[in-house]
């Protein structure tokens, strides 16, 4: 399995912006579907956006319009760029990556993914 791991968590106000990143090393697959995913205390994990090997980007209502995944192949990096952050964006985010999936199956929906990192905290304030 890939290995990632997340960085660039903290606490903002809220209106303020961070970026989150995702290295990614040990790919024995040419093409993944990544993705970010988050869990907030007492609730479930949910998806948040994810990338397909075209490029293909996919977001959950709640974050359109503010957040932004994206990736550096030649870095084996992902990124969320998180923008307006609201208090309910407060959460854990996960960086997650599969090879199996791909087009609509690659989607902020497919919280069974088969690889994932331990997490980075955000915490957004009012």
């Known amino acids: 399995q890939v290995q990632l791991v997340e960085s660039g968590g903290g606490s903002v106000q809220a209106g303020e912006s961070l970026r989150l990143s995702c290295a990614v090393s040990?790919?024995?697959?040419?093409?993944?579907?990544m993705g970010w995913f988050r869990q907030a205390p007492g609730k479930e994990r949910e998806g948040v956006a994810t990338?397909?090997?075209?490029?293909?980007?996919t977001y959950a209502d709640s974050v359109k319009g503010r957040f932004t995944i994206s990736q550096d192949n030649a870095k084996n990096t992902l990124y969320l760029q998180m923008n307006g952050l609201k208090p309910e964006d407060t959460a854990m985010y996960y960086c997650?990556?599969?090879?199996?999936?791909?087009?609509?199956?690659?989607?902020?929906?497919?919280?069974?993914?088969?690889?994932w990192g331990r997490g980075t905290l955000v915490t957004a304030s009012s």
């Open positions: 997650a990556a599969d090879p199996h999936r791909s087009g609509g199956y690659c989607s902020p929906l497919s919280t069974g993914m088969e690889s």
């Open positions: 040990g790919k024995t697959y040419k093409t993944y579907c």
């Open positions: 990338i397909d090997e075209y490029g293909t980007t």
